[in-house]
């Protein structure tokens, strides 16, 4: 009775799906613990995106960076007129070329 089952499963046809999964556990089994954990979320966050059926072609990026984070601190305006006494978030201040507030 086992036997028969086991040769049943044996001589079914894999799906693409089964060989995908063992070229994952594969990789995974060559990648060092943190390495593994990462790689796992990333899948699991795939998979439920997929299931949710908001996957689209652009919606893994690898390894792309964040903006810099800007903490926004309160700097007291150069002006000393009344209109310009509340303090403007340092966010909003222009540096050059570049705009740290995407608002303005």
């Not at 040769?7 to 060092?32: F, H, S």
């Not at 613990?33 to 652009?58: T, V």
């Not at 893994?60 to 006494?85: D, G, L």
């Amino acid at each position: 009775m086992l036997m028969g089952v086991a040769c049943k499963r044996l001589c079914e046809p894999e799906d693409d799906n089964t060989n995908i999964a063992r070229a994952w556990v594969n990789e995974l089994r060559q990648m060092e613990p943190q390495q593994q954990l990462l790689a796992k979320k990333a899948i699991n966050d795939i998979l439920f995106e997929g299931r949710m059926g908001s996957l689209d072609r652009y919606s893994v990026q690898i390894n792309a960076f964040p903006q810099p984070y800007v903490q926004q601190r309160f700097v007291k305006p150069e002006s000393t007129s009344p209109r310009s006494s509340t303090p403007t978030p340092m966010s909003t201040i222009s540096h050059g070329s570049f705009q740290s507030n995407p608002a303005t």
